[in-house]
Nanobody
Framework: VQLQASGGGLVQPGGSLRLSCAAS????????MGWFRQAPGKDREFVAA????????SYVDSVKGRFTISRDNTKNTVYLQMNSLKPEDTAVYYC????????????????????WGQGTQVTVSS
């Protein structure tokens, strides 16, 4: 399985971006997917996750109400819609696949995920 993240870029504060993560393989719909981010000099942190069926989501408090995670299992793709972006959202964003099939709920720890994409840079600056 490989994950390919895209959609990052430079945006002004208050702007929007949509990240995409395309997965190879035929079992995408069996796994929860997550987005994490890592700012310079900081640890990688959980941002959002969606369960295998797309109905259960979880967000870190700092992005609630601004970011929306979704998935399209027919396209093997997970998305992160980011609105009202702030400078503190600047980071490399990574998508990841849950290590467990058909998990009840979603994982929010790095250790819950075992397949990672290459990351896409998001910079929020005027």
């Amino acid at each position: 399985v490989q994950l390919q993240a895209s959609g990052g870029g430079l945006v002004q504060p208050g702007g929007s971006l949509r990240l995409s993560c395309a997965a190879s393989g035929r079992t995408f719909s069996n796994y929860a997917m997550g987005w994490f981010r890592q700012a310079p000099g900081k640890d990688r942190e959980f941002v959002a996750a969606v369960n295998w069926g797309g109905r259960i989501t979880s967000y870190v408090d700092s992005v609630k109400g601004r970011f929306t995670i979704s998935r399209d299992n027919t396209k093997n793709t997970v998305y992160l819609q980011m609105n009202s972006l702030k400078p503190e959202d600047t980071a490399v964003y990574y998508c990841a696949r849950d290590r467990r099939e058909f998990r009840a709920g979603v994982g929010v720890q790095l250790s819950d995920y075992d397949v990672w994409g290459q990351g896409t840079q998001v910079t929020v600056s005027s």
